[in-house]
């Protein structure tokens, strides 16, 4: 399976746990035979490279950064030439900006589309509810991420899957941390493969022209905080 994981955000709200499990889960996907194809921003002291630099422990993981201060224009032009060079079966958005989301309905028909939400925030909830259209699944690190994008941003809870990348509490040795990974990574392939069916049996519809949404805005309250607010009143 090809998988296109998109990485142009600089996210505030995108916790540690988030940033270090990426690497992991990317290592874990290629080791067992999926082409990966990670598109990212270079940061600010770290030189783009012209074309994809190719892990040498496995050809299987390769990375195509994208200047840190290159314009919307010019971002989405870089990563429409490389997906149009990978034709993947799955368009997997890790943390966007307003580039990686404005792909999304330029893309084949076919092509699988995944979201993650690492946080209870309409930094999050605001371009998936905009972009719900050209989403295939959605997953959520917590529950409470989970529930918000079932009702603020209005997408069947059959098409949204609870995945976390933290450790269960009390496992806190080597080995344990190792099996939760493996777990989380196998349950990641899973939802993959769900998509890609998704997508085959019920393409999205082809939409000439879609307004984009400016997504690099303040994050506002969540849903949940709203909610809990005027309980406590």
């Known amino acids: 399976m090809k998988i296109a994981v998109i990485q142009t955000g600089f996210n505030n709200e995108l916790t540690n746990e988030a940033r270090a499990f990426l690497p992991k889960l990317l290592k874990g996907l290629a080791e067992k035979g999926d082409e990966i194809h990670l598109i990212e921003r270079s940061v600010p002291d770290e030189e783009a490279v012209g074309q994809a630099t190719v892990n040498v422990k496995n050809p299987l993981l390769q990375r195509y950064a994208i200047a840190a201060d290159a314009s919307v224009q010019e971002t989405a032009a870089v990563i429409g030439r490389r997906l149009g060079e990978i034709n993947p079966d799955v368009y997997f958005i890790w943390d966007a900006d307003e580039t990686g989301w404005t792909m999304l309905p330029v893309l084949p028909p076919s092509v699988a589309t995944l979201a993650v939400g690492h946080a209870d925030s309409e930094s999050f909830y605001a371009p998936l ?105």
């Open 129 to 233: 509810r905009h972009y719900r259209p050209f989403v295939t699944r959605v997953v959520g690190t917590t529950p409470e991420v989970c529930v918000g994008v079932v009702l603020s941003c209005v997408i069947d809870k059959e098409r949204v899957e609870w995945i976390s990348y933290e450790a269960p509490e009390g496992e806190n040795n080597t080995e344990a941390a190792d099996e939760n990974v493996q777990k989380v990574i196998e349950t990641y392939r899973l939802c993959f493969e769900k998509s890609v069916s998704d997508a085959h049996a019920a393409p999205r519809e082809a939409l000439e022209e879609f307004t984009p949404m400016k997504t690099n805005r303040p994050a506002s309250e969540s849903w949940f905080s709203k909610l809990k607010a005027k309980l406590m009143k």
